[in-house]
DNA sequence: CAACCATATCGACGGATTTCAATTTGTTGC
DNA sequence: GCAACAAATTGAAATCCGTCGATATGGTTG
């Protein structure tokens, strides 16, 4: 279960049916921190930005040290914060790991700070 | 200058006109994840959400210590993060200081999202 | 099986972040 | 001026985060 899948069952059961507008709840906003965490990195910025430039729509690891000018091992770190947030998908064909936006993720992330 | 108004100078002088989508830069990839950062954590989120809830559509620091069960200092702190990223603004009366959403501020986060 | 390659994980280090208690600043009212 | 109050700032402690080197895992190829 990534954050943004967790936050999307939240909106399920809370309660914005009709109008009243509740402050955020602290386990909501610790919720939504945890995806607003994984974009607060500079790196991780660059990360989504390649990854969504890209004529594929994919990268592997090895397209990504480069760069970011970073050592293999912080780039997977990066990404699996990404993967965690429910930004990126990971993909293992072979050897080589494959990444890409999942879809609507972004705009998905872009409103919880229209519903704040 | 806030983080907002350095990316709003920003996109005026980049590239964006025609169509080509150049993956961020180090430089804007920085300031972008300044926002986010003021974004990632809990309590900040709920300073907004609670400024955004209010009737008068603003909030003293005396009003905002006691739903987030922390001291007065630091939700002073966690203000300042939100008016230096200029989500918020700050305006002094009297002896309190009346804090605000920056009109459109939120929308031009979510934005940043959408053109990484 | 053995060598190799891409990726993931581990352990550690330095720097940033969050929080609080104590103090300071600045304003109001006596 | 002085007492009282709201807010900001300071300093310190604990925790968290980004990075790296070393190592482990897992698939591919000879």
């Not at 954050?3 to 939504?32: F, H, I, M, N």
């Not at 390649?50 to 040290?65: N, P, Q």
């Not at 699996?80 to 293992?92: N, P, T, Y």
């Not at 890409?100 to 919880?112: E, I, R």
Request: aromatic share 4%.
């Amino acid at each position: 279960m990534t954050a943004l899948q967790t936050l999307e069952s939240e909106v399920d059961a809370s309660c914005c049916t009709t109008s009243g507008k509740p402050a955020l709840s602290a386990k909501e906003a610790q919720q939504r921190a945890l995806v607003f965490k994984a974009l607060a990195d500079p790196n991780r910025l660059r990360l989504l930005s390649i990854v969504k430039a890209g004529e594929s729509g994919e990268a592997c690891v090895c397209d990504l040290t480069e760069p970011l000018d970073l050592g293999q091992p912080t780039v997977s770190h990066h990404l699996k914060i990404l993967v965690d947030a429910g930004l990126l998908h990971r993909e293992k064909r072979g050897t080589w790991a494959y990444f890409s936006l999942v879809p609507g993720a972004l705009d998905d992330a872009a409103g919880l700070l229209a519903t704040l």
